[in-house]
């Protein structure tokens, strides 16, 4: 679980792969109403069990319906190189991809994406990078398969929902 500035962040996906020294993605978040009420800005991630290391990566977006902000997500955890998800999206909203990696790995992103974060901790444990994109035209099963080189793969996705009205991205 996490919080910002004391306020819950909502779960929305999250996959692990391995047992013992596994990767992990997780993906939540925040509304204007839990950044209305943070009484500062530091996230706290609670963790159970034993970990090497963690990473945190925040993003903003505007346009997200408050009622609603999740259109579609999906999660999925592999050993061969090629993690794969596909995710339905609104037009004029966003779609965004966590991805961890064991090891210091090559990753190619997804055509369309800009990476928003990346982290390579130089062979001592795992890759983990961020990645998002302005949705122009809605889409049935946008498939996210950034490729890499890594033996073992966590993959999340999730297409946040445009509030109505907003301008299309």
């Not at 995710?87 to 090559?106: I, K, R």
């Amino acid at each position: 679980s996490a919080t910002y500035g004391g306020q819950a962040i909502t779960h929305v996906n999250s996959v692990t792969q391995g047992a013992g020294y596994s990767n992990e993605t997780w993906i939540g978040i925040c509304d204007e109403a839990c950044l209305g009420a943070a009484g500062s800005t530091d996230i706290v991630v609670t963790m159970t069990g034993a970990f090497i290391d963690l990473v945190i990566s925040a993003v903003s977006y505007e346009g997200v319906d408050q009622t609603t902000p999740i259109f579609d997500s999906a999660a999925i955890n592999t050993t061969n190189g090629t993690p794969s998800v596909s995710v339905n999206n609104a037009e004029g909203g966003q779609v965004l991809y966590g991805f961890e990696g064991n090891g210091s790995v090559a990753l190619n992103h997804v055509t369309g994406f800009t990476e928003t974060s990346f982290l390579d901790t130089a062979g001592t444990g795992f890759t983990f990078a961020t990645a998002d994109r302005n949705v122009t035209s809605a889409a049935t099963g946008l498939t996210i398969n950034p490729t890499t080189t890594a033996g073992r793969e966590t993959l999340v996705a999730v297409a946040l929902n445009p509030a109505a009205g907003a301008p299309t991205p």
